[in-house]
């Protein structure tokens, strides 16, 4: 018989009869030629986030007052760019005192292509990011996200890759370990990089950096069209793995507008078999014409699905 990757990670996970596989790094073949199965040192533990832009509200208190009541207790921070952080720090910081709802990570970063072949890019890139993983641990944030490529570059993939990890990172991870806080890199899909799409390939350019700063994370929307296995690109980022993404699978809107498409459940299996316990967090968008009313209406249809969701995986 022969067994697509698909197809083998799910006869994986149905033998696994309640053990957890702990991430590619410990998965290592054995002398009958199947993995040795680790279980995670703590569960898995479900937390629902969103980007609190798309969150209707004129203020920060009233937007999680929503997400709170609607059952989320993760937020997300994003609203623009690193000198907006840095001014809105203390408001945000001073919106959730006092509440169980906590920050994820800053979705807040240098656009373009992470200076790999500009150096004056390069500097301001590595400045800008350092300014927001510091914001980002003021916040008691998990991180601050970074997109590596956005456009074509014209490197070799080697060469690109190497002038990430020895000429970009180590001074942003450096400053990142002072602060406590970690840069967790997000493979896009073939429309928008050339670079990193697969979450594996994230967590192998995490091990080359040898630091406890650096994470991947994995988009649900980017890994329709890249993945082949939801629960195998998890399972292959392992501890590596800080923060995901969720949207409906077609349109990118909440999820859930999609209807039967937005199914999680094998990647929720795959959180569940590395004890994945960071935030799960929309972003998205929404239908065109959608009222205020109608968005929070969705948002709290859309913590209920993932929950649902996340009890069947």
């Keep these: 018989m022969t067994l697509n990757r698909r197809g083998f990670f799910k006869i ?26 680790t279980a995670p040192a703590q569960p898995a533990e479900l937390h629902i986030g969103c980007q609190q832009g798309l969150v209707p509200g004129k203020t920060f208190e009233e937007r999680f007052d929503f997400l709170e009541a609607s059952g989320y207790d993760r937020v997300e921070i994003t609203g623009g760019n690193w000198e907006w952080l840095a001014k809105n720090a203390d408001a945000l910081a001073a919106a959730i005192k006092g509440r169980k709802l906590q920050f994820s990570v800053t979705c807040i970063g240098a656009r373009g292509n992470a200076g790999m072949a500009d150096p004056v890019e390069r500097r301001a890139v590595i400045d800008t990011t350092k300014s927001i993983i510091e914001s980002a641990a003021k916040l008691k944030a998990v991180g601050s996200i970074m997109c590596p490529a956005r456009k074509k570059i014209d490197l070799p993939f080697p060469e690109l890759r190497e002038r990430l990890l020895s000429e970009i990172l180590p001074e942003i991870l450096a400053h990142a370990e ?6 967790v890199l997000e493979p896009l899909n073939r429309t928008e990089t050339m670079f990193l799409r697969l979450v594996a390939d994230g967590a192998a350019i995490c091990r080359d950096a040898k630091s406890p700063a650096i994470g991947v994370m994995g988009d649900f929307w980017h890994m329709t069209s ?3 296995s939801d629960m195998g690109a998890f399972v292959s980022a392992g501890a590596y793995l800080k923060h995901v993404h969720i949207a409906s699978r077609k349109t990118r809107k909440i999820p859930g507008v999609d209807g039967a498409a937005d199914n999680y459940v094998d990647g929720f299996k795959g959180l569940k078999l590395i004890g994945y ?7 998205a968008g929404y ?3 959608t009222t205020d009313e109608q968005k929070k209406k969705l948002l709290a249809q859309a913590a209920t699905l993932i929950r649902a969701q996340w009890n069947q995986a």
């Design 12 to 37: 994986g996970a149905a033998g696994l009869g309640g053990t957890a596989l702990c991430g590619a790094a410990t998965a290592r073949a054995a002398s009958g030629g199947m993995p040795n199965l």
């Design 178 to 183: 002072k602060c406590g806080a970690c840069v």
């Design 226 to 228: 890249e993945e082949t």
């Design 277 to 283: 316990r960071g935030a799960i967090s929309i972003e």
């Design 287 to 289: 239908p065109k014409d």
